[in-house]
């Protein structure tokens, strides 16, 4: 089973491509299931957009239609889903819990970039510090007690900044690893900074210790390619690199959707 759930669409502004060059590259590298998880628009009370993160709210349903519309189209071919990557923002979780439910989207997946906001709060990727480091876990934790998600999306996501892997990282490893071991939440193994190191060298996630100290404590983990371009999905490496690394973890194939067959 080939599966993955984590794809952008140009709309957020750092991603390109049409929806449907994504779904045909799925086909082509043999996914039985396609799933979008564009960033989610918050409808932000200030009036405030942030069009190189994430689409404005105004497209949201236009989002949905045409990802629903592809499901339609190539569902002989392969099962696409549609959902969101979203952030732990407490003002706004009752609006997003309402609106998986009105739009029916297949899932959420909780991708913590900010700090209770990206208007006001830090950028996770860009902790520095154990101070920073704990406010991650601590927002990280509260949005899976949330209920809300399939999955933790790139869960090291700190190692984008964070100067090296010491102590405090394996105690984040390890509370974030119970959390979602208590939880029954899986863990995604992300490709996508992988995908860009030739060009950025940069040497994030996913961490290798990190994932030891997963894997020691039983999460159970699930490859996403977090496709911001369809060449992420056409490119094979990265997805086997994946498959080959997690070969003695206990790996998700594919969320388990209620009308999932087989
Ligand atoms: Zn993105
Ligand atoms: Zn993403």
């Known amino acids: 089973m080939k599966a993955n759930y984590h794809t952008h669409t140009a709309r957020c502004g750092h991603a390109e491509g049409t929806d449907e060059a994504y779904v045909r590259a799925a086909i082509a590298q043999g996914f039985e299931e396609l799933g979008f998880s564009d960033h989610v628009p918050w409808p932000y009370r200030s009036g405030y957009t942030h069009p190189r993160v994430r689409m404005h709210i105004d497209r949201l349903d236009e989002y949905v239609s045409s990802i629903r519309a592809l499901a339609d189209r190539y569902a ?35 991708g913590n970039h900010y700090d209770g906001s990206d208007e006001t709060g830090m950028y996770f990727g860009n902790a520095r510090t154990p101070g920073e480091l704990a406010a991650y876990v601590r927002s990280t934790i509260d949005g899976l007690r949330t209920g809300l998600f399939a999955y933790l999306a790139h869960p090291d ?16 490893a390890r509370e974030l690893s119970q959390a979602c071991r208590a939880l029954d939440i899986p863990m995604e193994y992300n490709a996508h900074d992988r995908f860009w190191q030739p060009v950025t060298h940069s040497r994030s996630y996913p961490h290798p ?6 894997r020691s404590e039983g999460v159970r983990v699930i490859i996403g390619l977090d496709a911001h371009e369809p060449r992420e999905l056409s490119d094979p490496e990265q997805w086997n690199r994946a498959v080959q690394e997690l070969s003695d973890f206990e790996r998700l194939e594919r969320l388990p959707f209620a009308d999932a067959q087989g």
């Not at 210790?209 to 997963?214: G, Q």
């Open 157 to 172: 996501l700190f190692m984008r900044g964070y100067p090296r892997f010491d102590e405090n990282c394996r105690a984040a």
């Open 209 to 214: 210790e990190f994932f030891a100290i997963a």
């Open 76 to 110: 002989d071919q392969i099962r696409v889903r549609v959902g969101f990557e979203c952030e732990n923002f407490p003002e706004y979780m009752g609006w997003l819990a309402d609106m998986a439910q009105e739009k029916q989207l297949d899932y959420l997946i909780l």
